[in-house]
């Protein structure tokens, strides 16, 4: 009995999908995926909850469902999208106790680790995980998440990208088993928009591999803009009908915090409703006098004002095509995940370009992202770079640094290079790197300048050191030192097209 529940221990695979609206942690097992949503079924809202009087603060949905009474009322305040902001090294404090982003972080990652713990306890500890970042995240972020996870007492096993793990998640659903996906050739779109990023990824999957060939991620262009750009055209209307004018105007912070909330509840509703009514009480008051809202706005007047940011993501989308080479018809798969997807405009659109029959429905679009990264972890696929990365020498050949295949692994994925310095006219040496892509192209990736000196008269007398490996969070860095001048510069690059071999 004892022996059975430790295989069962050290056979499972945790993802877990930190999202800046919702989070949600998955398992697999070898044959089955479970994933830890609340009692509705849905994944917990990423809202924090302190209480004065309280030591730990109350998570997830409880707290979300409270934002509404409490939000205005003193020794209250609620945290949400802390994602957004968790690399911000600034201290916080909240009711007499200082924290980072990263420590309010960590409340969320220990909630999810507890839940499991409480509510579903015949599975192992969430002691390490597979946990998933949107696509611009980079070293700080990830320092900052693995940090955050830590604190929990979750080690993070890896990262992968949020949309490459949605990709994961979908094959699994569909295939049910490894065995019948290994012989797949398809390209997959997927346009990942939630709360606080959007991703588009597109991937190739081949000869039992699945690779990212193109990348783009943007912050503060989804949901939660959405949100504010909802409360500011609703702001507008009000001073209009009530002719207040705009340097008189200023919400209370409860009131603000009730009218994120009412807003994003009518955005949500506006994607299958033609109506839905704001009412709050006691909105705003000017010279003694009190003002309540009320509005009903229409999905028309919605759209107009979001149409924009709509279009422009759509055309992001068309972009990762371009930049990768890649048409419409080479397309076989159009995935639309996260809680923004569901605005009915960007579906039309998509259909617009794709047809409709290539979008696809997708019943567990809530849970895609951590299934794919359980999965991941599971099975413990190792990250693989998927073009060779290079340094351009000065008759503008590539010299390989790391190969297409090489697993990003921090234990093997460094190497340390010599090159001569050919121009030092300037007092600096230039390190370009460059990924090279099919057919002999290469993309300019990076440039490091490195000091070095310039009264040589011999040019190939300085020689520039150079170091360049993947750390722990995939990160790639070069490091760069010039023999003589020897002042050292370091580049990051994060951007780089991550693949994984299932097959
Ligand atoms: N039916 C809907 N129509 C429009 N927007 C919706 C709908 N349902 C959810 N949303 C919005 O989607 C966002 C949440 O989506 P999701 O849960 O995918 O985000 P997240 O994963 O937490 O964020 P991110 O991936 O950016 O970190 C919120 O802004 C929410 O208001
Ligand atoms: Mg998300």
Not at 207 to 234: Q, S, V
Not at 264 to 276: N, T, Y
Not at 437 to 455: F, H, N, R
């Amino acid at each position: 009995m004892s022996i059975s529940s430790n295989e069962t221990r050290s056979s499972i695979g945790f993802g877990i999908d930190f999202g800046t609206t919702n989070s949600v942690v998955s398992a697999f097992n070898g044959r089955q995926i479970t994933s830890f949503t609340d009692e509705n079924n849905l994944p917990h809202p990423s809202v924090i909850w302190f209480r004065g009087d309280e030591e730990e603060p109350v998570i997830g949905r409880e707290a979300k469902k409270n934002i509404r009474d409490y939000t205005n009322e003193p020794g209250h305040k609620f945290v949400r999208s802390i994602k957004s902001r968790i690399q911000e090294q600034q201290e916080i404090e909240i009711f007499g106790k200082v924290y980072y982003n990263a420590d309010i972080a960590s409340k969320i990652f220990q909630f999810l680790r507890k839940d499991i713990q409480n509510r579903f306890s015949s599975f192992p500890d969430l002691s390490e995980a597979v946990v998933t970042i949107p696509l611009y995240f980079g070293g700080r972020q990830r320092r900052a998440i693995r940090r955050a996870a830590e604190l929990a007492g979750i080690r993070v096993k890896t990262f992968i990208h949020e949309p490459f793990a949605a990709v994961i998640g979908y094959l699994f659903e569909k295939y049910q088993s490894l065995e019948k996906f290994k012989d797949l050739r398809k390209n997959i779109i997927v346009f990942d928009w939630g709360g606080g990023t959007l991703d588009i990824t597109l991937v190739q999957i081949a000869d039992g591999k699945i690779n990212e060939l193109g990348n783009a991620g943007f912050p503060n262009r989804a949901g939660d803009h959405f949100d504010e750009m909802l409360m500011n055209y609703l702001i507008s209307q009000f001073q209009d009908e009530n002719n207040i004018s705009s340097d008189d105007f200023l919400l209370n912070s409860g009131v603000a915090g009730i009218f994120q909330n009412d807003a994003e509840f009518s955005k949500i509703e506006l994607s299958d409703q033609d109506k839905s009514s704001i009412n709050i009480f006691d909105f705003f008051a000017l010279r003694n006098e009190s003002y309540d809202f009320f509005y009903a706005i229409k999905k028309e007047e919605f759209e107009s004002i979001i149409r924009k940011d709509v279009e422009d993501a759509v055309r992001n989308l068309m972009q990762v095509l371009n930049a990768s080479n890649t048409d419409i018809t080479q397309i076989h798969e159009v995935l639309l995940v996260g809680g923004t997807s569901k605005i009915p405009l960007l579906r039309e659109l998509v259909y617009e370009i794709f047809g409709i029959s290539k979008v696809i429905p997708i019943q567990n679009s809530n849970t895609l992202i951590s299934e794919g990264a359980a999965i991941i972890s599971f099975y413990n696929w190792q990250p693989y770079l998927v073009s060779p990365l290079c340094v351009q020498l000065s008759d503008d050949t590539l010299f390989k640094v790391f190969d297409a295949g090489d697993l990003l692994d921090p234990a093997f994925a460094q190497k340390e290079i010599t090159f001569f310095c050919t121009d030092n006219r300037s007092g600096e040496a230039h390190l370009i790197i460059s990924e090279q892509q099919d057919l002999g192209k290469s993309k300019e990736k990076t440039l490091l300048s490195v000091p070095v000196s310039k009264t040589l008269q011999n040019i190939y007398k300085e020689k520039i050191n150079s170091q360049f490996f993947f750390d722990e969070d995939l990160v790639f860095t070069v490091s760069a030192r010039g023999s003589i001048k020897g002042e050292a510069r370091q580049a990051f690059l994060q951007d780089v097209c991550y693949g994984l071999r299932f097959a």
